[in-house]
C-alpha cells in the first residue's frame, strides 16, 4: 500500500465513548482484568457485543459497491461471532461513506465509539473509489477498526526506526496534518500499563507500509495487504463462537461465589 493514509477521527467525547462502550458490552470497562486495572474513563476497550448483528448502511450506493465492501468486509467475520446485514439508506450502528478525497485518506471510528456519532452522519469513509489499486486494503483496514482494532505499527513493541522529523514533515506535505495527528495515528504509542497487548504483528492489515523515506538508514518494511493469521485470531478472541456471551461483572460474582471452595487459604 500507499504509506499511510488513516486519520482517526477528533473530539470524541470520552465520557459518551465509554457509556457507549459499556452498555454495549460490560468487560470493555476492564481490558485488563488479571492485573486489576483501575477503572477508568480514558482505558477501556471499544467491543462489540459477541453475537451481534451489526447493521451497516451504505447510503445510495449502488449495488456492485455494495457487494464489493460485503464480500471484503465479511472476510473479517469468518471466524468471529458477528453478523453484518447490508442495509439500504442511512439508518446503521455502521454507516459508510465512499468518496474520493483530496488526499485519498480514509477514517472509521474505533469500535463503538460509532454509537456516539449522530444519526445523520457517516461513522466511516472510504476515500477512495472502487477502482482503486488500494480500496480492498481500506476497506479491510477501516473495519479493522469498525471491529476496535487499533494501529499495529503504534504498538509498544514495534521498535520502527523512525525519522521522527522526516514523518512530521512529510505528513505535512502529503497529507496536511499536524504533528499532533501524527503522533496520535502513526508514531508509536506509549506502553499503557493498564492493556493487555497481543504480541506484535507486522503483517496486520492494520500495520502500515512503512516507507524508507521515513526511517533511519533507509528501513522499510511492507505492512499487511490481506488480513494476516494473526488478525482473524484476534477477532476470533474478541468475538468468540460457541460460548454464550456473560457479562463480566456475572463472571466476577461467580468468582467470588466459587472461591472458597476452590481456593488454599493456607
Ligand atoms: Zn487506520
Not at 156 to 167: H, M, N, S
Not at 225 to 230: F, G
Request: hydrophobic share 30%.
Amino acid at each position: 500500500m500507499k504509506i499511510g493514509t488513516c486519520s482517526f477521527p477528533e473530539s470524541i467525547d470520552p465520557i459518551a465513548s465509554y457509556e457507549a462502550a459499556i452498555s454495549e458490552r460490560s468487560d470493555n470497562a476492564e481490558p485488563n482484568t488479571s492485573k486489576r486495572a483501575k477503572r477508568s474513563v480514558a482505558v477501556h476497550t471499544k467491543f462489540w457485543k459477541p453475537g451481534r448483528i451489526l447493521k451497516i448502511a451504505m447510503y445510495d450506493e449502488d449495488q456492485k459497491t455494495i457487494d464489493k465492501v460485503k464480500s471484503i468486509a465479511s472476510k473479517w467475520i469468518e471466524y468471529a461471532n458477528l453478523k453484518f446485514e447490508f442495509v439500504s439508506g442511512a439508518e446503521g450502528d455502521i454507516r459508510i461513506k465512499i468518496e474520493q478525497t483530496q488526499y485519498g485518506d480514509s477514517y472509521s471510528y474505533l469500535g463503538t465509539d460509532a454509537l456516539t456519532r449522530p444519526p445523520e452522519k457517516e461513522t466511516m469513509q472510504i476515500g477512495l473509489p472502487l477502482e482503486d489499486d488500494e480500496f480492498e486494503f481500506s476497506v479491510l483496514h477501516e473495519f479493522g477498526h469498525a471491529l476496535g482494532l487499533a494501529h499495529e505499527h503504534q504498538h509498544p513493541d514495534a521498535d520502527i526506526p523512525w525519522d521522527r522529523e522526516k514523518v512530521y514533515a512529510w505528513y505535512k506535505e502529503e497529507f496536511n496534518l499536524e504533528r499532533d495527528q501524527v503522533d496520535r495515528d502513526v508514531l508509536p504509542l506509549p506502553r499503557n500499563t493498564n492493556y493487555t497487548y497481543g504480541d506484535y504483528d507486522s503483517l496486520s492489515i492494520m500495520h502500515y507500509d512503512i516507507d524508507s523515506r521515513l526511517t533511519i538508514n533507509n528501513w522499510s518494511h511492507p505492512g499487511g495487504s490481506t488480513l494476516s493469521r494473526k488478525d482473524l485470531e484476534v477477532v476470533s478472541k474478541i468475538y468468540p463462537h460457541g460460548t454464550p456471551y456473560i457479562p463480566h461483572s456475572l463472571i466476577e460474582l461467580l468468582n467470588k461465589i466459587k472461591a472458597p471452595f476452590t481456593g488454599s487459604s493456607n
